[in-house]
Each structure stands twice: as C-alpha cells, then as structure tokens.
C-alpha cells in the first residue's frame, strides 16, 4: 500500500477467504506481538489466533489498530451532528459487502465488519490510557508492504475524513501492488 500524496489513513479489513467467520483480530494481534504499534515485523493475526499476515516491510513506521473506522455515528461524537451524513470508512466497507462480487460469493455482510487497521494512521494512547487521533505520520511515498499468510478478501477504504488530521483534512489517492506469491 503506497501514500501517494502524503498523510493519508487507509482502513483496511482482512477476511479469510476459506472461512469468512475467520478475520483480522486486533486483540489477538496486539496480544500475540507485545506492542500496540503495528511495524515492520508485526504478524496479524485472526479472531482464531492464526497468522493471517505479515508487514514485511514498512517505511513508514507506524500503524493504528486501536482507532477503528471512522462511521457517520462516531463522526457525530467527535465533530457535531451536522457531521452525520459525511462519507465514513464503516460505510465504505458496508457499501462494498452489499454491492462487490467477491463479497456476494462469499455471502459477507455487515457482520463481518470487525477489526479493522488504519495503515498511516498515528493514534497514540496518552499516559492517562486515552486514544488521541492525531496528524498522520505518512508522506508522499511511504509504504507498507505485506505478505498474507492464507487466502485473504482484503477490504480497503481509502479515508474519506474531512474532519480528521489522519489525513491532514484532505483525503488524497494511494496505490495497491499485489503480487502473487
């Protein structure tokens, strides 16, 4: 996953494409590796305590898993209500469960939200134990490269928070190489 333009936060859901009911676990990959911190090194893991993927290399040097994605209910909380009917990640990926391919083969739906990994996204947690979203800590050209570990459905959102400094207030374009192993 390439940040084109700099400061982009980019969700990013793993499904096991043997067994939907198996997928990314923030708990369990936060619990397997010690650190809160995703970096180069980190194995993900699934709600079934499986490796799922590797960051096999990452130049940026930090990756959110704690923040969640952003959805037009917790956009009301952060920012205002008038903030509700702003496109969200949880929409994003609610959108493409209902209408792709792939997730109608595979009969995904909402429920198989969980989880999920803001790649570029710097959300520290503050000695009083608060998450704190702060400005992104990308730029122009920083990557992540990963390698799947199974069969993965891979469900993206590029942020499209206006209100958010994850993505300096100006949701811009990434780049996806996939490579076959």
């Known amino acids: 996953i390439v940040d084109l333009e700099g400061n982009q936060a980019v969700d990013t859901l793993f499904i096991s494409a043997e ?4 997928r990314y676990s923030a708990t369990d990959t936060l619990a397997q590796n010690q650190q809160i ?3 180069k090194g980190t194995v993900l893991f699934s709600n079934y305590a499986r490796p799922i993927a590797v960051i096999v290399d990452d130049n940026c040097g ?3 898993t704690l923040g969640g994605a952003c959805s037009c209910e917790s956009n009301t909380v952060r ?3 008038d903030k ?3 496109h969200s990640c949880r929409n994003n990926f609610m959108y493409a469960l209902a209408q792709h391919p792939i997730a109608k083969k595979h009969q995904l739906n909402v429920s198989h939200i969980g989880p999920n990994i803001n790649f570029f996204m710097n959300v ?4 009083e134990g608060h998450l704190k979203f702060e400005d992104g800590v990308s730029a122009a050209g920083k990557y992540v490269e990963l390698q799947a570990e199974m069969d993965l459905i891979v469900l993206i959102s590029n942020c499209p928070q206006l209100n958010n400094p994850c993505n300096a207030y100006n949701p811009t374009q ?3 190489i996939v490579r076959e192993a």
């Open 124 to 127: 520290p947690v503050t000695t």
């Open 174 to 176: 990434i780049q996806l």
């Open 62 to 64: 930090r990756h959110d």
């Open 37 to 39: 911190y995703l970096e």
């Open 84 to 86: 509700y009917p702003m």
């Open 79 to 81: 920012y205002a209500h």
């Open 19 to 22: 067994n939907p009911d198996e």
